[in-house]
């Protein structure tokens, strides 16, 4: 997610900005999305926009991606440069969040100090978007790992990678759908190819997950299509529009079987899910095609994306204050509210962070 000002790439900045504020976009569309049935206009317009910024994560994986796939440094350096960038402020933020929570007096801040403590284990609420960091750890362990195949890997062999990535995105529809087909597992376990109570490693566990999407990002911007940029663009965005029909309709037809069951809700909206791989490829694709050739507008645009990664680790309360503001004092319908906390969400922590840019050590909060 981090990125050094000595390299521009211009499309890449837009695409680093565009992923950013999908993901606040998508927090902003949580509390509607819980209404569940309690208010079902606004759990439709919480899933209808939410649907629609589900590419968030895997476009900041595809970044990570295209800057760090083949790795140029040893192990030991990369682990040294990259972990070191995402520790401290993964650190610092778990601490900090919960108190702010604690002193804007929501619920949360009951389990401030409970927060605290438990996040060398893992995230909480209140640190909900630091999700991304402890996976992005895992990411960066085995970049270094890989890189050797991939710098000598063929078109092909990258290819035949891909196309078993490929099958893994429709894993959780297979493991959704099981059970209806009559499948009851093992010992009381619904795991798949392999997977139950004592082994939760199957059969496609080791091509699965988030490096596909960067083993994807090598593959497109070493391989770009020849196509004309038209076609390019329209082929994107049918892509998106079929992936965003997908995500929408399994979503809203899930919540219909499992009205609050998150671990079934989920499935049509995973990261690494067929449908929202679809609208990922397809804005990952787009975007790619965009061509800056002005100094000014490349510096701007890659002083907005320097933002973005302290944008990402504090928005999510201030998503919160967006929401408390916006939902009690501006009376507008629940479809419109949500771009509206979105948009000043994310102008609010562009603003919190270019402050934060003034400290000293700052890198050790924003990166």
């Known amino acids: 997610m981090t990125q050094s000002p000595s390299r521009r790439i211009p499309w890449l900045d837009v695409l680093r900005i565009v992923a950013c504020f999908l993901v606040v976009f998508a927090h902003s569309c949580d509390f509607f999305v819980a209404r569940f049935d309690d208010d079902r206009t606004e759990f439709l317009s919480g899933a209808f926009w939410g649907s629609m910024t589900r590419a968030c994560v895997p476009l900041f994986v595809m970044i990570t991606g295209v800057l760090l796939l083949p790795a ?33 007096g929501h619920a949360e801040g009951a389990n401030a100090l409970y927060n ?13 978007p630091l999700w991304y960091l402890y996976m992005l750890v895992g990411l960066y ?17 990258l290819k035949r990678f891909l196309y078993i990535w490929g099958f893994t995105l429709f894993i959780p529809y297979i493991r959704l759908l099981a059970p209806f087909c009559g499948y009851v597992g093992n010992y009381g376990d619904l ?23 960067i083993v994807l990002a090598y593959y497109l911007n070493k391989y770009p299509s020849g196509r004309p940029k038209k076609q390019v663009i ?43 791989f679809l609208m990922t490829y397809g804005v990952f694709t787009a975007l790619q095609t965009i061509r800056v050739t002005n100094d000014k507008t490349v510096a701007r645009l ?39 906390i979105a948009v000043l969400a994310f102008g609010v922590s562009a603003g919190v962070v270019w402050l934060l840019q003034k400290l000293p050590y700052h890198k050790y909060l924003i990166g």
Not at 141 to 156: D, T
Not at 316 to 331: A, E, K, S, T
């Open 72 to 104: 140029k440094l040893e192990m030991g350096p990369f682990y040294r440069r990259r972990l070191g960038r995402i520790i401290w402020p993964l650190i610092l933020w778990s601490v900090v969040t919960p108190l702010l929570y604690l002193a804007y």
């Open 116 to 128: 605290i403590a438990s996040f060398p284990l893992n995230f909480n609420y209140a640190t909900t």
């Open 141 to 157: 362990l085995i970049i270094p790992i890989v890189s050797p195949w991939v710098a000598q890997a063929s078109r092909k062999d």
């Open 191 to 213: 795991g798949i190819f392999g997977e139950c109570a004592w082994n939760p490693f199957g059969t496609f566990y080791y091509v699965s997950g988030f490096l596909g999407y």
């Open 234 to 276: 329209f082929r994107s965005a049918a892509l998106f529009v079929l992936g965003y029909a997908l995500t929408f309709g399994g979503f809203v037809m899930t919540q219909k079987y499992y009205p609050t069951d998150y671990a079934y809700l989920e499935i049509p909206w995973f990261f690494t899910g067929f449908s929202v």
């Open 302 to 340: 890659n002083k907005v994306a320097m933002l973005t990664f302290g944008i990402y680790l504090c928005h999510f309360f201030i998503v919160q204050l967006g929401y408390d503001f916006v939902y009690n004092f501006i009376p507008l319908p629940a479809y419109l509210q949500i771009p509206v």
